[in-house]
DNA sequence: GCCCGCATCGTTATACTGTAACACACATCG
DNA sequence: CGATGTGTGTTACAGTATAACGATGCGGGC
């Protein structure tokens, strides 16, 4: 069993063994614990899954691979796990692609005490499709501002930004 | 022809309770025809319907609304409509509800050469569901600022901030 | 007039995304 | 022991969106 970290199914020419994993899972652990949480072997298997890829992944996608650790896995499978992982904060959901990235916070120690969500925003390319997540907190002061001046509460902020990356703006 | 809306009645042939929505009909006329694209019948009639809820509507939901003006509705109907106002910049779509509201920016007249979206975001209230759209331009000025820190170019941003509206937090 | 290409729309079927509901296992507590 | 709570397995279904093909209507070139 427990080969599953690193040579994920030949995906693509980087095969990660991914210490950053290992790691990120033990953060996500000290997390859970400090919350009264319980990261389950399932839900580490999906968190595992989800920090593996450097890319969106969607439920099923996820679903597919969860399968070769679960042969038994079915939608509710992933569903639960990925509820779970999104109310800890350890991924987020990136909606305009119906899709689930590792949170790049999650493998900060922070003091306790902060362990709710951190302001993020993705920034999305057109053309190649890759997904960043930055965290800045200019935007989030921004968003906060807009949201007192008309008497909104701001609770929680989806920013998703469309447009071309470095490498894609170089190239065209 | 006496399809009905509902409310509003008395008037000749034309079936339109709000002046609001049939100015920005108007407005979307003009808006179609500088950009050189047909806002049709069908595409009138959803916008129209969009136009009339005070809040986000999902595309089935739609459809049903449609279904009295289009017997033959059916789901293309509706998401090709829609895919055609979202391009005009008519209509946007609210990512965390998969639905569909009225561009608040859509009944201005802007002198001609700015016929593509403008930044915008929603505030989504978590008690009572309210939607409400805002166009803040220090927001996309950080959210601009943002992307160009780390070479990315924006093109076009989804911004969804979760809270309590005024209504709410002042009964809270 | 006729043909052709194009955009729009009708129609059917299907894919993709997400949940409801119920059953079982296990752990804790009175 | 029974009661309760959480996590998971399992089946079925609801909600969201698109593919594919056909039909219609309109404008341009012959």
Same mark, same amino acid.
């Given at each position: 069993?427990?080969?599953? &970290? !690193?040579?994920?199914?030949?995906?693509?020419? &980087?095969?990660?063994?991914?210490?950053?994993?290992? #790691?990120?899972?033990?953060?996500?652990?000290?997390?859970?614990?400090?919350?009264?949480?319980q990261l389950t072997e399932l839900r580490r298997q999906v968190?595992g899954?989800?920090?593996?890829?450097?890319?969106?992944?969607?439920?099923?996608?996820?679903?597919?691979?969860?399968?070769?650790l679960r042969?038994?896995?079915?939608?509710?499978?992933?569903?639960?796990a990925?509820?779970?992982?999104?109310?800890?904060?350890? $991924?987020?959901?990136?909606?305009?692609?119906?899709?689930?990235? !590792?949170?790049?916070?999650?493998?900060?120690?922070?003091?306790? !005490? #902060?362990? #709710?969500?951190?302001? #993020?925003?993705?920034? $999305?390319?057109?053309?190649?499709?890759?997904?960043?997540?930055?965290?800045?907190?200019?935007?989030?002061?921004?968003?906060?501002?807009?949201? &007192?001046?008309?008497?909104?509460?701001? $609770?929680?902020?989806?920013?998703?930004?469309? !447009?071309?990356?470095?490498?894609?703006?170089?190239?065209?």
């Amino acid at each position: 069993m427990a080969a599953g &970290q !690193g040579s994920a199914s030949g995906t693509d020419g &980087q095969d990660t063994p991914a210490p950053d994993v290992a #790691h990120a899972l033990a953060a996500a652990d000290a997390r859970c614990a400090r919350a009264g949480a319980q990261l389950t072997e399932l839900r580490r298997q999906v968190l595992g899954l989800v920090l593996e890829s450097d890319q969106p992944l969607g439920a099923y996608a996820l679903l597919d691979k969860l399968k070769a650790l679960r042969p038994g896995a079915a939608p509710p499978t992933v569903y639960r796990a990925l509820d779970f992982l999104l109310e800890q904060g350890l $991924i987020h959901k990136v909606e305009r692609l119906n899709a689930f990235v !590792g949170c790049v916070e999650a493998g900060h120690d922070h003091a306790h !005490g #902060h362990d #709710h969500h951190h302001p #993020h925003q993705f920034l $999305i390319c057109r053309d190649c499709g890759t997904t960043v997540e930055i965290s800045d907190h200019a935007v989030a002061h921004a968003l906060e501002a807009a949201a &007192q001046r008309v008497g909104f509460t701001a $609770i929680q902020a989806t920013v998703e930004i469309e !447009g071309r990356c470095a490498t894609c703006s170089a190239a065209a």
